[in-house]
């Protein structure tokens, strides 16, 4: 009788353990759910560019078949990391000439790297973490955002 009141108390405990929310950076659960992060402007005239992020991220989450976008502006580039719906998976390229179609139409102006490779998203939502450091410099982040989009480069 004693092992199965232990065994039930264990269970629970096990249960209890595995239901805790663990209040943590977002890059650390970037990949397993939905973490929907702000753009990210890296220029000295951040204010005159985030609206321009804002309409980006608002015309890139308008496709059915994304749930997750991060932008980094960069300031050359833009980087655009999206997450694709599980079953939408088969569609990549077609999904991916969707968005550069689009992207070049309506900002001809700007530079895109645009990339569904999860490292690349988790490296554009941690930039984003730094960035909401005041103290972190811009030339560093604007550093490693090109070494984000080299890595993705490299990778094609």
């Known amino acids: 009788m ?10 629970i405990f096990v249960g209890l353990l595995g239901c805790s929310q663990n209040d943590s950076n977002e890059s650390e659960l970037a990949l397993i759910k939905t973490t929907n992060p702000s753009p990210v402007v890296i220029e000295n005239n951040k204010e005159n ?3 321009l992020v804002e ?21 050359e580039d833009t980087l655009v990391a999206y ?3 599980h079953l939408q998976r088969f569609h990549m390229k ?5 968005m550069n179609d689009m992207l070049e139409k309506k900002y001809p102006d700007e530079n895109f790297t645009v990339s569904s ?3 690349i998203f988790l490296e554009a939502v941690k ?6 450091d005041p103290d972190y410099p811009k030339k560093k982040a604007n550093k490693r955002l090109k070494e984000i989009i080299k890595l993705k480069n490299e990778m094609a």
């Open 83 to 85: 997450k694709v719906k």
């Open 49 to 51: 560019k985030l609206d």
């Open 127 to 132: 930039l984003n973490e730094k960035m909401e």
């Open 94 to 98: 077609k999904i991916e000439k969707k």
């Open 2 to 11: 004693r092992i199965k009141y232990f065994c039930m108390a264990a269970f």
């Open 55 to 75: 309409s980006i991220k608002k015309d890139i989450e308008s496709i059915k078949e994304l749930y997750d976008v991060a932008i980094v502006k960069g300031e």
């Open 117 to 119: 490779d999860y490292k």
